[in-house]
Nanobody, 123 residues
């Protein structure tokens, strides 16, 4: 059974940085495409960044170079480093995994989800 556990959320000021982590279990890490999504209250979940098994990445256009997705296969952990955060970036973030998603940022392409970790605006 695939399990994804996010952490790293917290209070952050505008312009600050945050690194989120997602520890994966229940499957052989490196065989699934992994991704980060986010959701603001009252809005649909949107893809932020995806990392495929061959190392290819895909970022949402709103990221604009401020976010970096990476992984540590030895730790079965996916990361996203977020910098120059804006108030609209302080929302709930979710980790997702799927066997064949080809760095998709579409929510419907993923069947495995974590519970989420929240970035909150401290300003």
């Amino acid at each position: 059974q695939v399990q994804l556990v996010e952490s790293g959320g917290g209070s952050v000021q505008a312009g600050g940085s945050l690194r989120l982590s997602c520890v994966a279990s229940g499957f052989t890490y490196g065989t699934y495409c992994m991704a980060w999504f986010r959701q603001a209250p009252g809005k649909e979940r949107e893809g932020v960044a995806a990392l495929d098994t061959d190392g290819s990445t895909n970022y949402a256009t709103f990221v604009k170079g401020g976010f970096t997705i990476s992984a540590d296969s030895a730790k079965n952990t996916l990361y996203i480093q977020m910098s120059s955060l804006k108030p609209e970036d302080t929302v709930m973030y979710y980790c997702a995994a799927e066997l064949t998603s080809a760095v998709s940022l579409k929510e419907s392409e993923y069947d495995n989800w974590g519970e989420g970790t929240e970035a909150t605006d401290s300003s």
